[in-house]
């Protein structure tokens, strides 16, 4: 299949780990896979803890997190893919008492910022599907947006995670009105120097698109926001997965860059077209 095929040179910069609770794999089963599909780098970016007991059902709890350290650390000989320790940590309203002095202490190569509820609702969680035939399409979208804007204003994170998730299942504002809601916190991201993730992830959901979309991605180029790629996978053999499509989505969109990171510094590489 097309969409397994794995381009040179493209770290993959989304992966999680048994730790979430929703993941399956040894982490040296997602090392063997990310060489085995030409992947030159991974950064494991598992759901981040949480002392307050936000959404509990997807992530590691506190007291696992150097469990998940020392996994990592396992993986990371000699031997190639280079291997980074990352997390992938929720903005939620009040998450910043604890992520403002927790982040810096773990020594992270690189931090993903996401945003997974909209007041309480998973909107991307497939058991609360329904919930979007009843309730303001655009008006859910703005939200989200709002949210991500406040995300982008902490200055907590490296990169945005699946920028447009809300598309998940097909539910979609007007283009006028995505356009309204995104460039603000695309312009902010400029100003910020915070990247881009290009997921592939959506190409294995409803929507079977990358997020985010080749409109989106156009504008985030026009602004100059670096990019990174990442497969979310949940599974050693999801690594990768995509690659050749969002390689060429970013190219399309003008893009000749691509940023890695260590230490939570980015450094830009060129795209091998």
């Known amino acids: 299949m097309k969409n397994e095929i794995v381009k040179p040179d493209l770290p993959d910069y989304h992966i999680h780990t048994p730790l979430c609770g929703h993941a399956e794999g040894d982490v040296h089963e997602y090392k063997t896979a990310a060489r085995s599909r030409g992947v030159t780098s991974l950064c494991f970016t598992d759901h981040a803890p949480t002392p307050d007991g936000y959404d509990p059902a997807h992530r590691m709890t506190m007291d696992q997190f150097p469990l998940y350290k020392s996994m990592v650390s396992e993986t990371q000989t000699a031997e190639p893919p280079l291997v980074l320790f990352g997390i992938e940590a929720d903005y939620y309203e009040g998450c910043e008492n604890h992520l403002r002095?927790?982040?810096?202490?773990?020594?992270?190569?690189?931090?993903?910022?996401?945003?997974?509820?909209?007041?309480?609702?998973?909107?991307?969680?497939?058991?609360?599907?329904?919930?979007?035939?009843?309730?303001?399409?655009?008006?859910?979208?703005?939200?989200?947006?709002?949210?991500?804007?406040?995300?982008?204003?902490?200055?907590?994170?490296?990169?945005?995670?699946?920028?447009?998730?809300?598309?998940?299942?097909?539910?979609?504002?007007?283009?006028?009105?995505?356009?309204?809601?995104?460039?603000?916190?695309?312009?902010?991201?400029?100003?910020?120097?915070?990247?881009?993730?290009?997921?592939?992830?959506?190409?294995?959901?409803?929507?079977?698109?990358?997020?985010?979309?080749?409109?989106?991605?156009?504008?985030?180029?026009e602004r100059c926001i670096p990019i990174c790629f990442g497969s979310d996978a949940h599974k050693p053999q999801e690594i990768g997965f995509g690659f050749d499509l969002a390689l060429d989505l970013a190219l399309e969109a003008g893009y000749s860059h691509h940023f890695t990171s260590e230490r939570r510094v980015k450094e830009l590489k060129r795209l091998a077209a």
């Open 101 to 221: 002095s927790w982040l810096p202490e773990q020594n992270f190569d690189f931090v993903i910022g996401s945003v997974h509820f909209i007041d309480g609702w998973g909107f991307d969680n497939p058991s609360q599907r329904h919930v979007w035939d009843s309730v303001d399409v655009t008006g859910s979208w703005r939200r989200y947006f709002c949210l991500l804007k406040m995300l982008v204003d902490s200055g907590l994170f490296d990169a945005v995670g699946h920028f447009d998730l809300p598309k998940k299942f097909g539910y979609r504002p007007e283009k006028g009105d995505l356009r309204e809601m995104a460039l603000p916190v695309l312009d902010r991201m400029a100003e910020l120097g915070i990247g881009l993730e290009i997921n592939t992830s959506g190409l294995r959901k409803p929507v079977k698109e990358c997020y985010p979309s080749a409109e989106i991605l156009s504008w985030s180029f």
